[in-house]
């Protein structure tokens, strides 16, 4: 689900690959936040981790994916499948990402929060934030179409859970209230559930 960038679980000894990773993010967080996503490029932030911009690309893709890779939409998929069939597609979908959500192993939200933020504040990071955001629709429109759901009230659920998510998501990064994350991801759903 290419909604909010998130934290991935950490091994308990980052091997490393992990260490890797971990330095050109740092590296890109901090250059990001100094100069700017845009006028930040790929081979400033490898030279900055102390890396080839070979390994930079091994590791991400592209400079985007620094911000929005997310690789939880098979732990998504999932617990929308565990929700009771007999629910309204849209209440399967959220109560599914909530439950997946409530699950995640984040420890650290200070992070998500920063990547967010730039994500908020970039406007040339939104087709990839859609594109993620599309993927991640895809798959729980998908499941619950597999479940029974009607194809469009399914694609519609799926849509409405993300825009959902984004929003509410992208406000929490760019207000800085002191929220919690899991209380800017459980407002938005209760805002969906409550419609």
């Given at each position: 689900?290419?909604?909010?960038?998130?934290v991935?679980?950490?091994?308990?000894?980052?091997?490393?690959?992990?260490?890797?990773?971990?330095?050109?993010?740092?590296?890109?967080?901090?250059?990001?936040?100094?100069?700017?996503?845009?006028?930040?490029?790929?081979?400033?932030?490898?030279?900055?981790?102390?890396?080839?911009?070979?390994?930079f690309?091994?590791?991400?893709?592209?400079?985007?994916?620094?911000?929005?890779?997310?690789?939880?939409?098979?732990?998504?998929?999932?617990?929308i499948?565990?929700?009771?069939?007999?629910?309204?597609?849209?209440?399967?979908?959220?109560?599914?990402?909530?439950?997946?959500?409530?699950?995640?192993?984040?420890?650290?939200?200070?992070?998500?929060?920063?990547?967010?933020?730039?994500?908020?504040?970039?406007?040339?990071?939104?087709?990839?934030?859609?594109g993620?955001?599309?993927?991640?629709?895809?798959?729980?429109?998908?499941q619950?179409?597999?479940?029974?759901?009607?194809?469009?009230?399914?694609?519609?659920?799926?849509?409405?859970?993300?825009?959902?998510?984004?929003?509410?998501?992208?406000?929490?990064?760019?207000?800085?209230?002191?929220?919690?994350?899991?209380?800017?991801?459980?407002?938005?759903?209760?805002?969906?559930?409550?419609?």
């Open positions: 689900m290419s909604t909010p960038p998130t991935s679980p950490k091994p308990a000894r980052p091997g490393k690959v992990e260490q890797t990773r971990a330095r050109i993010l740092a590296a890109a967080m901090d250059l990001f936040t100094r100069a700017g996503y845009d006028k930040t490029t790929v081979a400033q932030i490898a030279a900055a981790a102390g890396v080839t911009e070979m390994t690309y091994r590791h991400f893709g592209s400079k985007d994916q620094l911000l929005v890779d997310d690789p939880y939409d098979p732990l998504i998929v999932a617990a499948a565990a929700q009771p069939r007999t629910l309204p597609p849209l209440h399967r979908a959220a109560r599914g990402v909530r439950s997946a959500w409530r699950n995640l192993p984040i420890t650290d939200e200070e992070p998500v929060r920063e990547r967010l933020a730039i994500v908020a504040a970039t406007p040339s990071l939104m087709p990839a934030v859609r993620g955001t599309a993927a991640t629709e895809t798959a729980i429109a998908d619950l179409t597999r479940d029974g759901a009607d194809a469009t009230d399914a694609a519609v659920a799926a849509a409405a859970v993300m825009a959902a998510l984004m929003t509410g998501l992208l406000r929490w990064a760019s207000v800085g209230d002191g929220a919690r994350l899991s209380a800017a991801i459980e407002r938005s759903l209760d805002v969906l559930e409550s419609a």
